[in-house]
């Protein structure tokens, strides 16, 4: 049986099995004759050993070595495959690879039993994808352009002094929260018997908080086409004491006192300018709220002037206001040591008082303008006559995008700013644009 098994399983050797098969049973007839029992089975026990040890060899020698025949057919068929699908050709050439490289035994179990049969090698892998780039952190800019807000204001009065200023103002923020500013104009100022006068300003400031205490300080240069160039400067520091503010952001109680100072050309009318005269004044602000609809505003100036005279200026207001509506009472005094209008050209009283009461409207005319209107009603002395103190104002602020606003403004006014003139009025156009980045 095990002969039977061989010859089917090793074609290529049935030569030596027959041969052993032989030799076996000629032996055992041989034996049959003329020996005994035992001798006989013992004979025929060393022929089958023989056998046995010849057969295991020949299986053994059925590993095809690398240039077998087998291994060169399918070598052959590689190289003859006519090129007709490439995809089916490089699968042949994969199978005749893969027997290259592994040993191949006719008679290993697997042949015979196919879930003995080993799963093909795995695919090489892939190469791993290369890993993003991580990218750097955005780096914050050493400066942000915060605002820009363009002031226009237009004065004109009985006595026909003409100022017009254009001032446009660009904030930008630091990466800490400080602000550098950048102001500079276009300003024309005429008056009869003067030659008119343009100004250009330039100035660069500064604005931060030390603390609690919040600075503010510029430095720049006045331009005239016609004067020489002035120097301006100013400086603020403001201090909020017990300052409480509502979720809303709105200002509930407190107060907030600074100390200022500035010195530049004074721009009253053209023949100040065109006598080139500049003031340094200096004083205090303090502003109360003392509750959510109460406030009050002070300051206080001492001024020198470059011609000689002192300046003492006081101004308060304490207002009141109820929805939309609010009451003022503001109290306004203004006094110089000399009376210098004909010779500088500057409104210059020795004691001018003006008092009156104000009642103003604000609110929405739309959901993108708003609007405030305003009369003051008081009096005025000036070099100890009293006379009637007016005011009447206008102005709307239109909400153009969420980060855009104007205002315009128009103002009427007979309080006194020349002493030559009887009844005194003047007109204010102003108007105001603001960018928010």
Known sequence: MLCSYNAIALFSYKPYCKAMLNIFLANFS???????TWRRLGWGIGSLGIWLLFAAKAQATTQLPETGNLRQEFTNLDTSMPKLNNSYSN??????????????LIAAPENFNPSLQLAPPPPPK????????????????IVVWDSLQIDFRNSLDNVEQHNRFIEPTAQFRLPNGNKIIFKTGFNSFAQPGVESIT???????????IDKVSVRTALGVDLFDRLPTAINLNAKVELPIGVNVTPAGKL????VVSANLEQAPYKSNARTLDNQITAWRLGPDLFWQIDSNTSLFASFRLGKYNDGNDERLLFSRLERKVGQFSVAANLFNWSYERDLETTSGYFSPP?????????????DVFEFLRCRLSATLGQQRLQGKFDRANNYQARCTAKISPNVEADLGYAFSNVKNNAGANDYNGRTLTSQLRFKF
């Open 91 to 104: 699968e042949l050439k994969s199978s005749s690879l893969l027997l290259r490289h592994q040993p191949f």
């Open 30 to 36: 041989f034996f049959g004759r003329s020996v005994s």
């Open 351 to 363: 004691d001018f008082l003006v008092y009156n009461a104000e009642l103003a409207w604000e609110g």
């Open 252 to 255: 509930r109680s407190g107060l």
């Open 199 to 209: 100004n250009i300003p330039f100035q660069v400031g500064w604005e931060g908080k």
């Open 126 to 141: 892939p190469p791993a994808a290369p890993k993003p780039s991580v990218n750097a952190e955005p780096t914050t800019p």
